[in-house]
């Protein structure tokens, strides 16, 4: 499909393929044959202000000067008069994952200056910026490149948006970014850098948390590359920080998360459905297991994880570590393992929350960590897939309360995703219940008074799941200031998604008088994206 921005000027923005925004070579094509459209002014008579007494309308609808009959954005004006949005929540957008590519360049520039502006105009309030360590810090330690981060820093400062900026720590594979070229060398010579399942495989995508305070990084220590790294990115951003950036949201595990990468490894199609494997098999982990058992009196305890528990798609409750009745996981065995496994991941968490408050403590930004959303088999009472992720949460034991109460600690925001999931379309053999794990850590949260701001998991054009996000917005008992929509992408623009998500952005608004609303008419185009609800990951 096409997307073209009406204004002063047309631009066509170039065929889309499934992966990203646009293909290399094809992203920029003038309608009136001006070759001269610089940067980010992309509707010359327009403000790029955000409208103070109408908002601005997007028709989308099949333009007849477009092959194919591409989608257009017209920008047209309403009488809906904007005043706050709902409970003064703010709404963010999150910019695709490789926006800077692993060589250091951004990727479509163009089409995201567009994405942007589409964004402004709608009255979105800004955007989320991953930003990767493996990019910035590729080569050698100590040697930073920020060129391709400034200038999309500089491109968010120019449309007057907000910015909150992810640093990641980890790498991801999907879109071919990897941990910095220094650190692979240092995991090639010493693989336990990284967690280790009981089989001896290795996840590659972050360092294992049993590292954290041991030089294992040239004679320096995660957390000490980590801080050098916020460090400089304060230094970098110096002018923007408060202004443009008003939240950083630090990377605290896999995919960015706080966790284990529990489920790393699928084997079949059903292995979202599976229980994970516990990843404390790396040295450093089992040395410290071993020592905490020798404490305690019980040598043996410290061998190794539990010998009966299950596979990373086993689904049987029935037998072995998690079995419903009887189950070591209710042993005193099973207690001690659960209760040292959960304590490193929190200590973890608590350390990385704390650099980055010590490192930001004197600019006006909020500082976040990411919780993922582990939902599948919650209605079981030994809740496996949460105990394999590091949550030592069952149903004798609420294992949040040590989550909420490190970022109460740290004075941190909790970034939720899972928004716009509901337990009826969960498939029934997995006993998941994202409705009530939200609930649960929410509550959580509100004991200790600490923010939430919330997230999707899908990127989807199902009004009901926009439903599900409003209705986590009006949720009362709920301190909610931020919810960012993960993320941008073709998909995101498509006739079958960009409509839903204008209804879903307008609702957010209280209307103070209407004679109109925003025209929104759909035009299929030729080539239709075919997935209707793709699930994206976030940083």
């Known amino acids: 499909m096409e997307i073209s921005v009406i204004g002063g000027s ?20 003038l309608k009136n044959n001006n070759k001269n459209l610089k940067g980010w002014d992309l509707c010359k008579s327009q403000s790029l202000g955000r409208p103070s007494k109408s908002a601005v309308g997007f028709s989308l609808r099949a333009s007849a000067s477009s092959q194919n ?47 942007l502006k589409a964004l402004k105009l709608l009255g979105v309030d800004g955007v989320e910026l991953p930003v990767w360590w493996g990019i910035v810090e590729r080569e050698t330690m100590g040697k930073y490149n920020w060129t391709s981060y400034h200038a999309i820093v500089e491109m968010v400062q120019k449309l007057d948006l907000k910015l909150h900026v992810s ?16 650190v692979s060398r240092t995991g090639e010579s010493d693989p336990n850098i990284y ?31 980590y801080r050098d790294f916020c460090g400089t990115f304060k230094s970098e951003f110096s002018h923007f920080l408060g202004s443009t950036i008003t939240g950083i949201s630090i990377g605290l595990g896999p995919d960015g998360e706080l966790g284990y990468p529990s489920h790393h490894k699928p084997l079949n199609n059903n292995s979202h459905h599976g229980f994970g494997e516990f990843q404390c098999y790396d040295k ?15 040598p043996l305890w410290g061998l190794g994880g539990p010998h009966d528990a299950p596979g990373y798609n086993d689904t049987s409750i029935s037998s072995g570590f998690f079995n419903e009745n009887g189950g070591s996981w209710e042993s005193p065995y099973g207690d001690f393992f659960l209760s040292w496994y959960s304590t490193l991941l929190v200590s973890h968490g608590d350390r990385i929350l704390s650099l980055a408050v010590s490192t930001f403590k004197d600019v006006p930004v909020t500082i976040s960590g990411k919780v993922p959303l582990t939902h599948s088999w919650f209605k079981s009472r030994s809740h496996p897939s949460e105990l394999t992720a590091g949550f030592y949460n069952t149903v004798n034991r609420d294992g949040y309360e040590s989550i909420a109460e490190i970022f109460a600690r740290n004075s941190c925001k909790i970034i939720l ?29 509100r004991d200790h008074r600490v923010e939430v701001s919330g997230q999707n998991l899908l990127v989807s054009g199902d009004s009901r799941r926009f439903e599900l996000i409003k209705n986590h917005l009006l949720d009362e008992p709920v ?29 957010l608004y209280q209307p103070v008088e209407s004679s109109d609303d925003f025209p929104v008419e759909v035009v299929e185009t030729n080539e239709s994206i075919q997935e209707t609800d793709r699930q994206m990951q976030a940083a």
């Not at 009959?69 to 009488?79: C, H, I, L, W």
């Open 417 to 445: 995703p899972g928004m716009d999931l509901s337990d009826e379309h969960q498939p029934v053999e997995s006993r998941s219940s994202p409705e009530s794990l939200l609930e649960q850590i929410i509550a959580s949260c």
């Open 284 to 298: 450093y982990m089992l040395r410290n297991l071993r020592q905490c058992a020798e404490e305690l009196g019980n």
């Open 167 to 182: 640093l990641c720590f980890h790498s991801s594979e999907e879109h071919k970014i990897p941990l910095p070229e220094w």
């Open 479 to 507: 301190t909610m200031d931020l919810f960012t929509y993960q993320r941008m992408g073709a998909y995101f623009f498509s006739p079958e998604h960009f409509p839903a998500f204008t209804r879903f952005i307008r609702g």
């Open 195 to 225: 967690f280790t399942d009981r089989s001896g495989q290795q996840y590659k995508n972050c360092l294992s948390l049993s590292v954290d305070d041991l030089p294992v990084l040239d004679g320096k220590t995660p957390l000490e590359v």
């Open 69 to 115: 009959g591409a989608a257009v954005f017209s920008e047209k004006p309403s009488k809906i008069a904007r005043a706050k949005p709902i409970d003064g929540v703010k709404v963010y957008v999150g910019l695709p994952l490789d926006t800077v590519s692993n060589c250091n360049a951004i990727n479509h520039a163009r089409a995201i200056a567009i994405g």
């Open 10 to 29: 047309q631009v066509n923005i170039g065929r889309y393929d499934n992966l990203g925004f646009c293909s290399c070579g094809k992203i920029l094509n």
